[in-house]
C-alpha cells in the first residue's frame, strides 16, 4: 500500500480574490488514484457521497459520506476513490491554517458544515471575496472547528522491521500468519514484536489488524464487490463473522454499507 516515497508533487492555491480560501466542487464517475503529493496549502476534503482513502506515510483514512478529512500544509499523501464519489475540497493558505491542527483528522461533517462547503466551493470560483463571503467563511471556519473530531485512521509503524509487516499485511490483509511468524519477520523476539507494535502504533496487534482488514473490506464494499469475495480477501472465514465485526464496528451489514456508499 505504501511504496518508497518519490519526490512529491507541489499543489499550489489557485490564484483569486480570496484572501485565504477557495474551494472546488468535487464529482468523479468512476475509480481514480492519485499518486503522492502534497499541497502547500491546508486541504479540507469533505465527501458528500462515495468513499475515499487517504494515505500518509504514517497513517490511512477512510472517508465515508458526510465524513471529512483536514489534512495540513505540507503532508504528503495519495488518494484513491472506488468508483463514484462527489463532495468538496476546500483549500485553506499557509498562514491562516498555522494556527489550526498540524495532525490530520477525521470528522463527521454537520449538515451546516456541508452547506457551506457546498455554497462556498461554487461561490468563491465566480464572485470577488466580498464581506458577504468574509462572514461565510468565517461561519465555516467556527463549524469546522468546534466539530468533534474522531480516532479512527490506522496509524503505521516508523520502524523499518514493523513497517515490513504493515505493508506486508496491507497487501495482502487475509494473510493468516500467527504474531510468532510476523515477528520472526521483523526479525525480533514475540515479546519484543508486541511491545514495539503497540508503543509505536498504540493498538495491539492483533487490534491493528483487524482494524486493517475492516477498511480494506470498506474499500472493497464500496467499489461493489461481492460480499463473499472481500469476506475473504480480508481473511475472514464466514460471512456470519464478517458481518458480525463490520455491523458492530459500522452499525452496518454490508449489503446496507455497500448501498450507503456505492453511488447509483
Wanted: with cysteine.
Amino acid at each position: 500500500m505504501h511504496a518508497k516515497a518519490t519526490v512529491p508533487n507541489t499543489v499550489s492555491l489557485p490564484q483569486c480574490d480570496c484572501p485565504w480560501l477557495l474551494g472546488c466542487p468535487v464529482k468523479q464517475t468512476k475509480r481514480r488514484v492519485t499518486a503522492r503529493h502534497v499541497h502547500e496549502n491546508g486541504q479540507i476534503f469533505v465527501v458528500e457521497s462515495g468513499v475515499m482513502a487517504i494515505m500518509t506515510p504514517n497513517a490511512y483514512w477512510l472517508v465515508g459520506p458526510g465524513q471529512l478529512l483536514w489534512l495540513p500544509c505540507g503532508l504528503v499523501h495519495e488518494a484513491r476513490s472506488h468508483g463514484a464519489i462527489t463532495g468538496w475540497s476546500l483549500y485553506i493558505t499557509k498562514d491562516r491554517s498555522a494556527g489550526f491542527d498540524q495532525t490530520p483528522f477525521l470528522a463527521d461533517s454537520s449538515r451546516l458544515l456541508s452547506a457551506q462547503a457546498e455554497r462556498l466551493t461554487n461561490h468563491t470560483e465566480k464572485t470577488p471575496w466580498n464581506a458577504a463571503t468574509n462572514r461565510l467563511v468565517d461561519s465555516f471556519w467556527d463549524e469546522l472547528i468546534s466539530i468533534p473530531r474522531q480516532s479512527t485512521s490506522l496509524p503505521f509503524p516508523e520502524d523499518k522491521r514493523l513497517k515490513r509487516v504493515a505493508e506486508t499485511l496491507s497487501t495482502t490483509p487475509a494473510d493468516a500468519r500467527t504474531q510468532q511468524e510476523w515477528a520472526d519477520m521483523a526479525g525480533m523476539s514475540l515479546r519484543s514484536f508486541i511491545r514495539h507494535f503497540t508503543a509505536e502504533t498504540g493498538l495491539q496487534f492483533s487490534v491493528w489488524r483487524q482494524r486493517l482488514r475492516l477498511l480494506n473490506a470498506q474499500e472493497r464494499l464500496s467499489r461493489g464487490e461481492r460480499v463473499t469475495e472481500v469476506t475473504a480477501a480480508v481473511g475472514y472465514d464466514s460471512l456470519g463473522a464478517f458481518t458480525a465485526v463490520l455491523k458492530k464496528n459500522t452499525e452496518y451489514t454490508p449489503s446496507s454499507y455497500t448501498q450507503r456508499c456505492c453511488i447509483k
